[in-house]
Structure formats: structure tokens, C-alpha cells
């Protein structure tokens, strides 16, 4: 540990701390989970259904795309209503009619507004203390039993082929007949039933149902409990006083920055041949942008779907690839080429790391590894295409289709061989970085390496520019962050097909948060601190330092802040004050985020040979932008549970998730993938007219695709949840009025923008990809 000693203890100290609590309070996620009944009966004694259909439902529901059409307790596609909030909405204004026809002979809306109240009284009582007895049975009314039937019967028209239906499928981008079986989509209204049950019926000594009172549904009384206003004004406390402190810190600790090196005349990283594992990386890069390109074209596929629902410029085309196929694709691409990116440059630098030479196999290694991608992509997305066709049979569809849950949402099977691909790049990574851990003399270069001017071979010196030659922190926190992602991912095997949905989301979550948004993010901030203090230009002190301290911070609120995604998915009261204290910790580090970006800006002024890394300089300046922005304030918008309660589930959450996913990592992935390109073809020369056409349309189309359509529907919907309840901001009625669809069309201009940022970035690493490599005896003369 050396002169970081107190670093490291600070990070360890973080991590056994954070992840006690993420442990600790998971434990209630099980514990409180709302309960699943064992039977739902009428109090007339007719047994309705149990806890196995109600299962069966939710495989159903996870077989036609789950998350990805429509969302259930706010979590999934925004384009078809929020089934919970849908569903509840509907089987109480049927069971006010129902009232209103007993006592009245009149429909609800024809009473005055006294009979109303009165009535409304009723439907709360009954509702909101309608909970399951000992013996794990719920009995309903038989009233509320008459409200749950007429609900599930719409349900059961809208999942079929109902012609009356079919301008709502439209408006929702479902397609004709979603779920052909008659028995199955009985099963899916179960599912249905039970999430809206949750959320109104209060857990048992407490004043606020299972889902802390969410969605706003003003009928039964659903409001903001008073833990989630004070929680949100903690939060709001707890990042203003977290930025303060980061403010003073930094302004004092700069003061004693070490003075940035003298550069070297040459690039440090080509001052050695090529390895064959390096040499084989092109097909890495080539994926990761032919995966970024249809991820695009595919997305603006997608995003037609908000205005034509079932066709594509008046081609029906939803029967072949539907709303909730796509969308899949869409983000499961993203998913693979964002990590392929993140994979080649691991794999890159295992060799440099190593003295600038190949452990055995490592080039076989490299291109299994490759080819296992390869296949894990193509078969999850023939398994996902099979199941929303519903050509799967029922057993197979969680294991090779569809799990239903957005972002893991590839089969089970194909999760786990991605998982296993993972710990393959982990075990290349460490056959690479462990020897030079571990050796007590520093791995140097072949002398046949080829240097330039003639001189003696030279070696690549991991402790350049430190005062002890044999500083290896930098190194073991980069080892660390490799095991982390290894590692971390096999949390989404933590749940099953019929687990309890409040039980999947925090593992989920550990998923999409904590593997992407931590270790991602620890790993990234380490390797390009690697990468630039092996390069020279700053000193490897500074970087360590830096690495350390920006890993607790990430951490500190990264960790427990996994919790503000389950706020409204059937947990308690504490689990939301952990997640809201400690998630508006993470927006503390990403306020400084513009001297980071500023410190890789004048990167490429410290020596000539820099100039030829400007483009993957400026993806990473976009990243400290998009970082501050899409995660910082667009997250933060979203954070604080008095604001989540209204607009989770509404396009408030694609704003901070395109700007924060794509913005951030997808900005990261290019970036590594420039630079490990540069390094691939010496001799290339980036193009003049390609580089900026593709960073300024990505950046550019980015901002007008949140700007003119994202963010104003947001808003827009934000002020019909408040004012009327989800159940309206999500609604037919609502998201087809000509303002909206007009706006929705408008994105079309951003899309077409992006798309030709995408294209030119792909052409430009395709055409570098092209190019042919020098000899290895003038390898470097560009570098000059």
C-alpha cells in the first residue's frame, strides 16, 4: 500500500460498510416482500383463482416481453399503459359503477357530489384494508370480485385479437393477438390483479400499502406517504452538504497536485510490437460498431412504433417484429456492444501490463472469446423473437426467449453463457496482469520490440514517473475492478422465473446499478488513469491517487443507492431512506466532472504524438459532459422519492437513461474502441470530415432527441400524474392527443441526426479496421 495507505483503507472501509447495508436491508426485501396469496376467493365462497395462477401469470406476462410492453409498479416500456396502475384504476371505477347501480340506480358519474364521497369512502375502507388473513387467503367482496371479472375480461380482449380493441393495440404498439392462448392470457390477468392488490392494500401495521402508496391514485387515497416527503428533503440536504464538502476538498487538496511529468518525445505504448492477442482485436472492434449501428437503425425503428404502434410508414409490420421485440433488441444490443468495448480495451492492455508480451494461448483465448459473443448475441436474439411470437412452448420461454425483466432480459440460458464469456475475459485479463502483480521485478518489453531511432529496445516501465519503482497500487485497484466485473454480473442469476417481483428487482438491479453503474465506472476511471500515466502524462502518483479516490466515492453512494430503484417495488420504509440518502451521494462527484474533462482536454497539447489520440480524447471529454448532465442532473431529477413517486414509469426516465447509458458508457465503449484502433493501425489517420460528422451528430442528435421530444412528453406527462394519477399520464386518452404525437414525431429529426453520427463513426472504424498494419521494424513512425 505504501504512501496510499489511508486511500485504501478509506475504499475498504466503504466497501464492507456499503455492502453491509445493501446486505442487511436486503434481507427485509425477502422478509417484506408482499405476500403472494395461496387463494383469492369471493366471501360468497367461490374459490376465483390461486397462488400457482397467479405464477402462471407472470410467466405469461414475462413470455409476451414483460418490461418491454408496458411496465409493471413503473418499471419497463412507457409506450402501453402501467399495468398495475391501468388495472387498478379500472377495477375501481367498475366497482364504483357497481356501488353506484346498488344504491342508486345510476352510474357514478351521474351522482352528485355527496353520493360520490360517500361512495368513495366505501371503495377505500374496502380497498386499502383488504389484506390476506393466516392462513395466506384473500377474500374479496363479491362486489370486488364482480370489478376484478369485468377488468380481466377487457384484459383478456385487448392481449387477444378483439377487433374493438384494435385502435388501443394500435395506440399501445402491441401487436394482434399477443397471446393467442385463451387459458394463458386468463393467467395474465391474475398477475395483473396481484400487482394492483399490492399497491393498494396496506401492509399490516402500517398506514401505507405494500408499495409505499404508489401509484397516485386519488380514488383509494394513494398520495405520498409522509416518509417520502421527509426523505426527499434529506436527500436534497444530504447532496447539497456532500457537495460542500467536496468543494472545500478539492479546493484545498489540489493545492498539493503533484506537477504534471515531462512527456515523453514518443508514445510509451508503441514502443512494442503488437502482440497476437492484440492483433486480433480488430474483430472486436468491427462488432462493437456493427452492434452500435443496429442498435441505432433499430432503435429509430422503435421509437416510429410511439406514432404508427403497428406499422412502419404504413407497412404492418408489428405481426413479423413488434413494439416489444424490438425495443429488446435495442437495448440488449446496446448491452453487448457497450461491453464488448469495455472487453477489448481489458484485452489490450493485458499485454502491455505484461511487458509487452502474449501469456500462452492468450490469442486463442481472445478469439473463443470472441466467437462465444458471437453466439450468445445471435441465439438470445433468435430466443427473444421466438418467445414474443409465442413459438416457444411455455416450460423453454424463461430459459432460451424472454425473462421478461428490462435489461437482463435474455433468456436464462444465454445469461449464463454470457456470464461464463465474462469470466473467460476475467481469467485473460489476469493471466495478463497477475505476473506483473505479483513479480517482484518489473516486466519489460522484448528487446526486439523495435524502438524507434535506433536506440536499444526499451521497456514499458509500470512505475514511470513514481517515486518507488515497484509502485504497483495503480495496478492492483485495476485487478480489483476486472475481478469486480467478473464477478458481479452472476448476481442476475440470483432470481428465477417465479421468483417474487419485489425479490427480482433487487437483484436486477445489482445487475443494471451496481455492475454497470459501480464497477463499470471504477474500471473505466482505472484504466484510462493506466493509460495516461503509462503514457507519461501524468505522473503515477497523481493517477493512483486519483483511481483510489474516485473509487470510494463512486462507491459510497453507488452501493446502497442501488436501493433508490425500489422505492414502489414492495419494500419498507427504511430501504427508501437508504436508497435516497445515499444515491444523492452519487451525484456529488459528477459536480467537478468539468475539471476532469478538462484535464483530458489539455491531454492532447502535452506532446505532438497526442495529437494523433484527439478523437478518443474527445469521446472522454463528452463522457465528463453526458456524466454530469444525463447521470448528475437528469438522474438526480428523478431521484428523490416525492419525485419518482410521480414520475416513475413516464419519458422522464428514458431522458436520464439515453443520456446517462449512451452519453456515459456508450461514449466510453467508442472511445476505448478509437483508441485501441489508433494502437491496432499506427499509420492511420483519422478523417477529417468522418470524426467530426460522427462525434457532433452523436452529441448533437443525442441533445435534440432529449430536448425536442423526451424531456417535453415528460414533463407533459408530469403534470397529468399529479394532477389526475399514472393511470392518466400513461393512458390511450392521453398519450394520443395531437400535441404528444406531434412531439413524438419530432424526434424524428434528432434520430436522423444520431443515425448519421452512428454511420460515420462505423465508417471510420471500418475503414481504419481496412487499413494495413507497417512492418514491426517501422511500426511507430507516425508516433514521430
Request: aromatic fraction near 14%; glycine fraction near 10%.
Amino acid at each position: 500500500m505504501g504512501p496510499y495507505k489511508k486511500h485504501w483503507f478509506a475504499l475498504i472501509g466503504v466497501l464492507i460498510a456499503m455492502f453491509s447495508l445493501l446486505g442487511y436491508f436486503g434481507a427485509d426485501v425477502y422478509r417484506s416482500a408482499p405476500p403472494i396469496p395461496a387463494q383469492v376467493a369471493s366471501a360468497d365462497g367461490q374459490v376465483l383463482f390461486g397462488r400457482d395462477d397467479i405464477l402462471d401469470g407472470q410467466t405469461a406476462w414475462q413470455s409476451v416481453g414483460g418490461m418491454q410492453l408496458g411496465s409493471i409498479w413503473g418499471h419497463g416500456a412507457y409506450q402501453a399503459p402501467d399495468w398495475t396502475a391501468d388495472w387498478l384504476h379500472r377495477e375501481l371505477t367498475a366497482w364504483l359503477d357497481l356501488a353506484a347501480q346498488a344504491a342508486h340506480g345510476q352510474s357514478f358519474a351521474q351522482l352528485d357530489t355527496t353520493a360520490q364521497g360517500a361512495l368513495q369512502a366505501q371503495l377505500r375502507a374496502e380497498y386499502r384494508g383488504n389484506g390476506v388473513d393466516a392462513a395466506q387467503r384473500l377474500v374479496v367482496s363479491p362486489r370486488r370480485a364482480q370489478a376484478m371479472a369485468a377488468t380481466a375480461a377487457y384484459y383478456e380482449r385487448l392481449f387477444a385479437a378483439d377487433p374493438a380493441l384494435r385502435g388501443t393495440r394500435q395506440s399501445y404498439a402491441m401487436k394482434e393477438d399477443t397471446l393467442p392462448s385463451a387459458e394463458r392470457r386468463q393467467d395474465l390477468t391474475h398477475f395483473f390483479f396481484w400487482t394492483a392488490w399490492a399497491a393498494a392494500t396496506e401492509r399490516p401495521g402500517s398506514k401505507v400499502t405494500y408499495t409505499n402508496n404508489w401509484p397516485h391514485e386519488p380514488l383509494i387515497g394513494n398520495a405520498p406517504s409522509a416518509e417520502n416527503v421527509v426523505w426527499s428533503v434529506a436527500s436534497v440536504v444530504i447532496l447539497l452538504a456532500g457537495i460542500g464538502f467536496l468543494v472545500w476538498g478539492w479546493s484545498f487538496l489540489r493545492a498539493y497536485e503533484a506537477p504534471l511529468p515531462t512527456a515523453p518525445t514518443h508514445d510509451p505504448l508503441t514502443l512494442s510490437a503488437l502482440t497476437p492477442s492484440q492483433r486480433a482485436l480488430g474483430k472486436y472492434l468491427f462488432l462493437v460498431v456493427a452492434l452500435f449501428v443496429f442498435q441505432v437503425f433499430i432503435g429509430g425503428f422503435t421509437a416510429h412504433y410511439t406514432v404508427e404502434g403497428q406499422h412502419f410508414y404504413g407497412i404492418d409490420v408489428s405481426q413479423w417484429f413488434p413494439y416489444a421485440l424490438t425495443r429488446t433488441w435495442h437495448i440488449q444490443s446496446a448491452l453487448f456492444w457497450i461491453a464488448t468495448g469495455f472487453l477489448a480495451v481489458g484485452l489490450f492492455l493485458a499485454p502491455v501490463i505484461n511487458g509487452g508480451k502474449d501469456p500462452k494461448f492468450q490469442k486463442l483465448g481472445v478469439d473463443v472469446l470472441f466467437w462465444a459473443l458471437v453466439f450468445v448475441c445471435v441465439g438470445s436474439f433468435i430466443g427473444n423473437y421466438l418467445a414474443i411470437a409465442q413459438k416457444l412452448p411455455p416450460a423453454w420461454s424463461f430459459w432460451l426467449g424472454h425473462q421478461g425483466y428490462e435489461y437482463v432480459d435474455l433468456g436464462r440460458l444465454w445469461q449464463i453463457l454470457k456470464w461464463v464469456g465474462i469470466l473467460l475475459w476475467l481469467v485473460l485479463m489476469l493471466r495478463g496482469v497477475l505476473p506483473a502483480l505479483l513479480s517482484g521485478e518489473r516486466r519489460a518489453a522484448p528487446s526486439s520490440s523495435a524502438p524507434l531511432g535506433g536506440r536499444a529496445g526499451r521497456s514499458l516501465d509500470l512505475g514511470a514517473n513514481s517515486s518507488d519503482g515497484e509502485d504497483k497500487n495503480l495496478l492492483a485497484l485495476l485487478t480489483a475492478s476486472v475481478g469486480a466485473i467478473g464477478l458481479f454480473y452472476g448476481a442476475g442469476l440470483f432470481y428465477g422465473e417465479r421468483t417474487s417481483l419485489t425479490v427480482m428487482e433487487y437483484w436486477r438491479w445489482w445487475v443494471v446499478h451496481l455492475w454497470v453503474e459501480g464497477f463499470f465506472e471504477v474500471f473505466a476511471t482505472v484504466a484510462l488513469a493506466f493509460v495516461f500515466s503509462s503514457m507519461g502524462l501524468v505522473s503515477r502518483p497523481m493517477a493512483t491517487t486519483a483511481s483510489l479516490a474516485s473509487a470510494s466515492l463512486f462507491l459510497l453512494g453507488g452501493i446502497p443507492g442501488t436501493f433508490h430503484h425500489l422505492y414502489f417495488a414492495g419494500t419498507t420504509t427504511p430501504v427508501m431512506a437508504v436508497g435516497a440518502a445515499f444515491s444523492a451521494l452519487e451525484v456529488v462527484p459528477l459536480i467537478v466532472l468539468g475539471h476532469e474533462a478538462w484535464d483530458n482536454w489539455r491531454l492532447k497539447t502535452r506532446a505532438p504524438w497526442m495529437d494523433n489520440l484527439r478523437w478518443p480524447l474527445m469521446c472522454f471529454v463528452a463522457v465528463a459532459f453526458w456524466n454530469m448532465l444525463g447521470a448528475g442532473v437528469f438522474g438526480f431529477m428523478i431521484n428523490p422519492p416525492i419525485s419518482l413517486y410521480y414520475v416513475q414509469g413516464l419519458n422522464t426516465t428514458p431522458v436520464h437513461a439515453h443520456a446517462a447509458l449512451f452519453g456515459v458508457y456508450g461514449f466510453l465503449a467508442l472511445g476505448f474502441t478509437l483508441l485501441v484502433l489508433r494502437y491496432l493501425r499506427p499509420q492511420f489517420v483519422f478523417s477529417p470530415v468522418l470524426m467530426p460528422t460522427a462525434f457532433w451528430g452523436l452529441n448533437v442528435g443525442l441533445v435534440l432527441m432529449i430536448a425536442t421530444s423526451l424531456l417535453p412528453i415528460g414533463i407533459l406527462q408530469f403534470h397529468a400524474s399529479v394532477s389526475e394519477g399514472l393511470w392518466y399520464a400513461r393512458s390511450e386518452a392521453f398519450l394520443q392527443q395531437p400535441l404528444l404525437q406531434t412531439l413524438r414525431w419530432v424526434r424524428t429529426f434528432g434520430d436522423v441526426v444520431f443515425i448519421v453520427g452512428s454511420v460515420a463513426m462505423a465508417w471510420q472504424v471500418v475503414w481504419g479496421l481496412a487499413g494495413r498494419s507497417a512492418p514491426a521494424t517501422t511500426l511507430h513512425t507516425r508516433t514521430a
